[in-house]
């Protein structure tokens, strides 16, 4: 028998970084299309090239913001997998809050 309160601690700990992970992957991505709208918004208005460069470069941070947090949390949500189907396993947390969460959160990140 595995240990329950580190079990239940563990899934609170993923659920919480797998919710941060896709809070922040979902901001990065709307900061990609604020910034192509930005940059779009320059070149039509004719701006001066600095500008429209350094929007380029702000595009760009974001998209590799945004490969970075999904690597991220395509790890915590293996983990966080791995951990519910171990929990699945105990049937003292059948009904633990921790365990609910843990599974809600693990479709919604999987959507």
Known sequence: MSDIPALRRQLKIKAGSAS????????????????????GRLVAEGAEDW???????????SEKMIKDAAARLAKVYG?????V?????????????E?????????????
């Open 85 to 97: 189907v171990s929990a699945k396993k105990e049937p003292a947390l059948a009904q633990d809050e």
């Open 51 to 61: 500008d429209i460069k350094n929007a380029g470069k702000m595009e760009d941070e």
């Open 99 to 111: 365990f609910l969460k843990a599974e809600g959160i693990l479709e919604e990140v999987a959507q």
């Open 20 to 39: 941060r992970l896709k809070k922040e992957h979902e901001l990065y991505q709307k900061e990609l299309a604020d910034q192509k709208l930005k940059k």
């Open 79 to 83: 983990e966080l997998r791995d951990l």
